[in-house]
């Protein structure tokens, strides 16, 4: 347990300016003896001092926090010096006892307070409170003892002025405004020659014409308002008064500027052939009047097409208008109507153009044809049935040319007429269905082969059969095997597509529980390529891309031999690792859990040995701060004692300890929560509420006396699970 004792050594309070010598500092002196357990310590802690009205209870006056050295239980404090001015005198303006509480470390305070007593200036300062009015006289004031700040707003009059007695030096820059001097207090005498410049007059100040003298230097006035001269009521922005006529400018040259001045000989401005507008006074303005322009007033090729409107013809056909209406000529057999309400014209051939006069007076159709006639226009086509084999030339019909239901060819062998014949070889057989459109291949016995590329369609007889099925009944073998023998190709060994909404595009079981092998096996050889791609491309589809389940207690849903990275979020019910036991690898296993947190947890930590003075700086890696934020801090003492403490905390990637003792060591622990990109865009929720859908359900239903109807993966996908378990029940029985 900390005990602390105080041996007051002084206290000096600022209360008032004593003499012009003397000024108390806001500080208190204090000496004490720190001990833990009854033993004086030697360490640097850190103290908070706190200045109370009251002995117990009640909110701090004033608070400071010290790092105080303590060597052999002994310290020494100044209160106040790591308060700007010391400590505040309202702190005792009032009447009342004052008492000191202190606090080491995140220790409680210790009980019960100190009670401070006036002593040296705070005695001193006491008498200022029995100073009554009209007992200090100026004997008693030290030169430039009174400030601005000592004396009240609005307390000193003209009357306690002597007259001369204020110079410009007794009076700061822009102290005295507007409203500090009396009307008419200020005449020219009272400002100095040159003084007064355009930023000592107000912009909106009015100044009488009889305040300024003849000459008044090369000074600018400057104002938003009008500016008169020989007027005292401007109406404009300069308003000269006077007589017209005779009084106005007068430059440098001795020249007189007057309103007169502004006339010319001009009296009238008028309008013109082809304009409008004028007058004879103020500003006038000419326009072209409508209709201003005629063909007088156009110069020869003035007009160009640019200039025409889109319903003036400019030329046709090439044929440019060089003036009046372009022409159109009609040539043998051809006539002109012209439409000019329709706007229109009309081209046809007469007779003589191509009908009604020719050399052929019938058209009769031949074989193979149909239509003709004896007049006007006449048609002929190719009839129904009209193309015969003498109509043929030979290879005239190619493959192209023949409907799907006729074959000219299979796989190279030619139809040259009649049918093609399909002849069975060693181990085959050839079951042909008209009704079907189909032609069956059965392998008997040995090993028989199908030439590939080999595509077809069939129908299993029932929900029970497969179209394609293959069983080994040996020993040893596969029922099965697809190979890429391939490198560089992209395609899969095996491709399984489906488009039924229960089905399955693959359907692998292993019916024996024992066997140590998998009912699909991937392995790759390439370098950079998937042994497995897995894809769901509905994206709001509740499916898995990979969906693996095991009832086995021994087994594995999944089984990874090799790196496994995982770009997302993994979410499991437990974890662990799991290796050969390092004391006995032949015959055990070890396993450790992995800690668990709500938070993006990273945890950090190591040891370190303090320096001379009980201290030691932690660095930690360059990109520490740019990836954790919130940070806890654990420290524990090796080997010894000591009320070490986090100094600084981490800034710049690095943490400072303190309060130990030299050499000794100290095992350290920092936290972090993750702050990365990713981290922030996927938190995990600790609580979530299920959705509507996955409600009643369990992702371990055997847990809580439920069937397994009640998992999860049913109520994303009841129709596919009932599949499954009968598909899987169908295979058992097989």
Same mark, same amino acid.
């Given at each position: 347990?900390?005990?602390?004792s105080?041996?007051?050594?002084?206290?000096?309070w600022?209360?008032?300016?004593?003499s012009?010598q003397?000024?108390?500092p806001n500080?208190?002196?204090?000496?004490?003896?720190l001990t833990?357990?009854?033993t004086?310590?030697?360490?640097?802690?850190?103290m908070?001092?706190?200045?109370?009205?009251t002995?117990?209870?009640?909110?701090?006056?004033?608070?400071?926090?010290?790092n105080v050295?303590?060597?052999?239980g002994?310290?020494?404090v100044?209160?106040g010096?790591?308060?700007?001015?010391?400590i505040p005198s309202?702190?005792?303006?009032?009447a009342?006892?004052?008492?000191?509480g202190?606090?080491?470390?995140?220790?409680?305070?210790?009980?019960?307070r100190?009670?401070?007593?006036s002593v040296?200036?705070?005695?001193r300062?006491g008498?200022?409170?029995?100073?009554?009015?009209?007992?200090?006289t100026?004997?008693d004031?030290a030169?430039n003892a009174?400030?601005?700040v000592?004396?009240?707003?609005?307390s000193?009059?003209?009357?306690?002025v002597?007259?001369?007695?204020?110079g410009?030096?007794d009076?700061?820059?822009?102290?005295?405004n507007?409203?500090?001097?009396?009307?008419?207090?200020?005449?020219?005498?009272?400002?100095?020659?040159?003084?007064?410049?355009?930023t000592?007059v107000?912009?909106s100040?009015?100044?009488?014409?009889?305040?300024?003298?003849?000459?008044?230097?090369?000074?600018?006035?400057?104002?938003t308002?009008?500016?008169?001269i020989g007027?005292t009521?401007?109406?404009?922005?300069?308003?000269?008064g006077?007589?017209?006529g005779?009084?106005g400018?007068?430059?440098?040259?001795?020249?007189?500027?007057?309103?007169?001045d502004?006339?010319?000989?001009?009296?009238?401005?008028?309008?013109?052939? $082809? *304009?409008?507008?004028?007058?004879?006074s %103020?500003?006038? &303005? =000419? @326009? /072209? #009047? +409508?209709?201003?322009? !005629?063909t007088?007033?156009?110069?020869d090729?003035a007009?160009?097409?640019q200039k025409?409107?889109?319903?003036?013809?400019?030329?046709?056909?090439?044929?440019?208008?060089?003036?009046g209406d372009?022409d159109?000529?009609?040539g043998?057999?051809?006539?002109?109507?012209?439409?000019?309400?329709a706007?229109?014209?009309?081209?046809?051939?007469?007779?003589g153009?191509?009908?009604g006069?020719?050399?052929?007076?019938?058209?009769?159709a031949?074989t $193979? *044809?149909?239509?003709?006639?004896?007049? %006007?226009?006449v &048609? =002929? @086509? /190719? #009839? +129904?049935?009209g193309? !015969?084999?003498?109509?043929?030339?030979?290879?005239?019909?190619?493959?192209?040319?023949?409907?799907?239901?006729?074959v000219?060819?299979?796989?190279?062998?030619?139809?040259?007429?009649g049918?093609i014949?399909?002849?069975a070889?060693?181990?085959?057989?050839?079951?042909?269905?008209?009704?079907?459109?189909?032609?069956?291949?059965?392998?008997?016995?040995?090993?028989?082969?199908?030439?590939?590329?080999?595509?077809?369609?069939?129908?299993?007889?029932?929900?029970?059969?497969?179209?394609w099925?293959?069983?080994? &009944?040996?020993?040893?073998?596969?029922?099965?095997?697809f190979?890429?023998?391939?490198?560089?190709?992209?395609?899969?060994?095996?491709f399984?597509?489906?488009?039924?909404?229960?089905?399955?595009?693959g359907?692998?079981?292993?019916?024996?529980?024992?066997?140590?092998?998998?009912?699909?096996?991937?392995?790759?050889n390439?370098a950079?390529?998937?042994?497995a791609?897995f894809?769901?491309?509905?994206?709001?589809n509740?499916?898995?891309?990979?969906?693996a389940?095991?009832?086995?207690?021994?087994?594995?849903?999944?089984?990874?031999e090799?790196?496994?990275?995982?770009?997302?979020?993994?979410?499991?019910?437990?974890?662990?690792?799991?290796i050969?036991?390092?004391?006995?690898?032949?015959?055990?296993?070890?396993?450790?859990?992995?800690?668990?947190?709500p938070?993006?947890?990273?945890?950090?930590?190591?040891?370190?040995?303090?320096?001379?003075?009980?201290?030691a700086?932690?660095?930690?890696p360059?990109w520490f701060?740019?990836?954790n934020?919130?940070?806890?801090?654990?420290?524990?003492?090796?080997?010894?004692?000591?009320?070490?403490?986090?100094?600084?905390?981490?800034?710049?990637?690095?943490?400072?300890?303190?309060?130990?003792?030299?050499?000794?060591?100290?095992?350290?622990?920092?936290?972090g929560?993750?702050?990365?990109?990713?981290a922030n865009?996927?938190?995990?929720?600790v609580?979530?509420?299920?959705?509507?859908?996955?409600?009643?359900?369990?992702?371990?239903?055997e847990?809580?006396?439920?069937?397994?109807?009640?998992?999860?993966?049913?109520?994303?996908?009841?129709d596919?699970?009932?599949r499954?378990?009968?598909?899987?029940q169908?295979?058992?029985q097989?």
């Amino acid at each position: 347990m900390k005990s602390i004792s105080f041996a007051i050594m002084a206290a000096s309070w600022c209360l008032a300016a004593v003499s012009a010598q003397a000024q108390a500092p806001n500080l208190i002196n204090y000496q004490g003896r720190l001990t833990m357990g009854g033993t004086a310590v030697s360490a640097t802690f850190p103290m908070t001092f706190s200045i109370y009205a009251t002995l117990t209870g009640g909110s701090a006056l004033w608070i400071e926090t010290q790092n105080v050295p303590v060597t052999n239980g002994n310290f020494e404090v100044l209160l106040g010096k790591e308060t700007t001015g010391g400590i505040p005198s309202s702190v005792i303006a009032a009447a009342g006892e004052r008492y000191l509480g202190i606090k080491v470390g995140s220790d409680p305070e210790m009980a019960p307070r100190f009670r401070l007593a006036s002593v040296m200036f705070a005695l001193r300062a006491g008498e200022a409170d029995g100073v009554t009015d009209g007992a200090i006289t100026t004997f008693d004031l030290a030169n430039n003892a009174v400030t601005s700040v000592k004396i009240a707003d609005g307390s000193v009059g003209s009357a306690d002025v002597a007259d001369g007695a204020i110079g410009s030096a007794d009076i700061a820059d822009e102290a005295i405004n507007s409203a500090k001097i009396a009307d008419g207090a200020v005449n020219s005498g009272d400002i100095t020659d040159g003084t007064l410049t355009n930023t000592d007059v107000s912009a909106s100040a009015t100044i009488a014409g009889t305040k300024i003298t003849p000459n008044f230097g090369s000074q600018n006035i400057v104002t938003t308002g009008n500016v008169g001269i020989g007027t005292t009521s401007p109406s404009a922005k300069l308003h000269i008064g006077g007589i017209a006529g005779t009084d106005g400018i007068l430059f440098p040259d001795g020249t007189l500027l007057t309103t007169g001045d502004r006339r010319g000989d001009i009296t009238a401005v008028r309008a013109g052939a $082809g *304009l409008a507008g004028g007058g004879e006074s %103020g500003e006038v &303005t =000419l @326009s /072209i #009047a +409508n209709l201003g322009v !005629g063909t007088a007033q156009l110069t020869d090729n003035a007009v160009i097409v640019q200039k025409i409107l889109p319903n003036l013809v400019s030329s046709i056909d090439g044929v440019v208008n060089d003036g009046g209406d372009i022409d159109l000529v009609a040539g043998a057999n051809i006539t002109l109507t012209s439409d000019d309400a329709a706007n229109t014209i009309t081209i046809a051939a007469s007779n003589g153009g191509g009908g009604g006069n020719g050399d052929i007076t019938s058209v009769t159709a031949g074989t $193979g *044809l149909t239509g003709g006639g004896p007049s %006007g226009d006449v &048609t =002929l @086509s /190719i #009839a +129904n049935l009209g193309v !015969g084999t003498a109509q043929l030339a030979d290879n005239a019909v190619t493959a192209q040319k023949v409907s799907p239901n006729l074959v000219s060819s299979i796989d190279g062998v030619s139809n040259d007429g009649g049918n093609i014949d399909l002849v069975a070889g060693a181990n085959i057989t050839i079951t042909p269905n008209d009704a079907a459109n189909s032609i069956t291949f059965d392998v008997i016995g040995g090993n028989g082969t199908v030439p590939l590329p080999f595509s077809g369609a069939a129908a299993a007889p029932s929900s029970a059969d497969a179209v394609w099925k293959i069983t080994n &009944t040996g020993i040893t073998g596969d029922a099965g095997g697809f190979f890429v023998t391939n490198p560089n190709n992209v395609g899969a060994a095996v491709f399984g597509l489906t488009e039924a909404t229960n089905g399955y595009a693959g359907l692998f079981n292993v019916d024996n529980g024992d066997n140590v092998l998998a009912a699909l096996r991937a392995s790759t050889n390439g370098a950079g390529s998937d042994a497995a791609n897995f894809e769901v491309d509905n994206l709001s589809n509740y499916a898995a891309a990979l969906k693996a389940t095991t009832n086995s207690n021994s087994g594995y849903a999944g089984y990874f031999e090799g790196r496994v990275q995982v770009v997302g979020t993994l979410s499991k019910s437990a974890g662990s690792f799991k290796i050969d036991h390092p004391l006995d690898p032949a015959n055990k296993y070890l396993s450790h859990s992995f800690v668990e947190s709500p938070d993006m947890m990273n945890l950090y930590n190591g040891n370190v040995t303090l320096d001379a003075n009980g201290e030691a700086v932690v660095a930690l890696p360059q990109w520490f701060e740019a990836l954790n934020k919130d940070f806890r801090y654990q420290l524990t003492c090796i080997g010894g004692f000591a009320p070490v403490y986090v100094a600084e905390e981490i800034q710049n990637n690095r943490f400072k300890i303190a309060g130990g003792k030299p050499g000794l060591k100290i095992s350290w622990q920092v936290t972090g929560i993750r702050q990365d990109q990713y981290a922030n865009a996927h938190r995990i929720p600790v609580e979530e509420e299920k959705p509507a859908i996955e409600r009643g359900f369990y992702l371990h239903p055997e847990l809580y006396g439920q069937p397994e109807e009640k998992n999860l993966q049913w109520a994303r996908n009841p129709d596919g699970m009932r599949r499954l378990k009968n598909d899987g029940q169908r295979l058992k029985q097989k």
